[in-house]
């Protein structure tokens, strides 16, 4: 069974910054792309950012472009999401989650439980 | 930005037909998956690659594609289907994963 356990998450007041970390294992952590994916109170799924597998490869939803960093430790089998200058509109729950890549398309595959982000003063 | 849409919410009777569309302008050109997600639950693939089933999904749940709109269809609905449903893709570069905004099906 996969096992994606997030941490990091909390309060915090708009501008300031937050680093997530998401542990792995039970699988081969550098075989797979992953990814952080958050869901708004009220709001639908939304993909932030992904990571090749050898993190040679990033991509970043146009909302967080330039404010968050997607990185991660191969031999710590750990996955990390840099958030800087919050928002309000970036309160929500944050997934840590598995990305399968198939004939150049992705989807995603295992989800952690999530860490609750709250951006408010 | 490239976006996906779904109607907010379906509803039908036990035994009935129900299908969710998605609709978005790369559709034609990139493959549409399909989630189910029930409450405190992570969502769960129950179609891949617009029409693929993976294994230990009911063959009551199908995808189709036509131009830019993916539907998913579930046959003799049962109370256990109420959930949200989302579909996946991605823009025609392929670069940027979007989520549609889901369906909340209901079994009346």
């Known amino acids: 069974q996969v096992q994606l356990v997030e941490s990091g998450g909390g309060l915090v007041n708009p501008g300031g910054s937050l680093r997530l970390s998401c542990a792995a294992s039970t699988f081969i952590f550098s075989d797979y792309y992953m990814s952080w994916i958050r869901e708004a109170p009220g709001k639908g799924l939304e993909c932030l950012s992904y990571i090749s597998n050898t993190g040679s490869y990033t991509s970043y939803a146009d909302s967080v472009k330039g404010r968050f960093t997607i990185s991660r430790d191969n031999a710590k089998n750990s996955l990390y999401l840099q958030m800087n200058g919050l928002t309000v509109e970036d309160t929500a729950v944050y997934y840590c989650?598995?990305?399968?890549?198939?004939?150049?398309?992705?989807?995603?595959?295992?989800w952690g439980e999530g860490t609750l982000v709250t951006v408010s003063s | 930005s490239y976006e996906l849409t779904q109607p907010p919410s379906v509803s039908v009777s036990p035994g009935q037909t129900a299908r969710i569309t998605c609709s978005g302008d790369?559709?034609?050109?990139?493959?549409a998956y399909w989630y189910q997600r029930k409450p405190g639950q992570a969502p769960v693939v129950i179609v891949y690659k617009d029409n693929q089933r993976p294994s230990g999904i009911p063959e009551r749940f199908s995808g189709s594609s036509s131009g830019t709109t993916v539907t998913l269809t579930i046959t003799r609905v049962e109370a256990e289907d109420e959930a949200d449903y989302y579909c996946?893709?991605?823009?025609?570069?392929?670069?940027?994963?979007?989520f549609g905004g889901g369906t909340k099906l209901t079994v009346l």
């Open positions: 790369a559709l034609p050109k990139q493959y």
């Open positions: 989650v598995r990305q399968r890549v198939s004939s150049g398309s992705y989807h995603f595959d295992s």
């Open positions: 996946q893709s991605a823009d025609s570069s392929g670069v940027y994963v979007v």
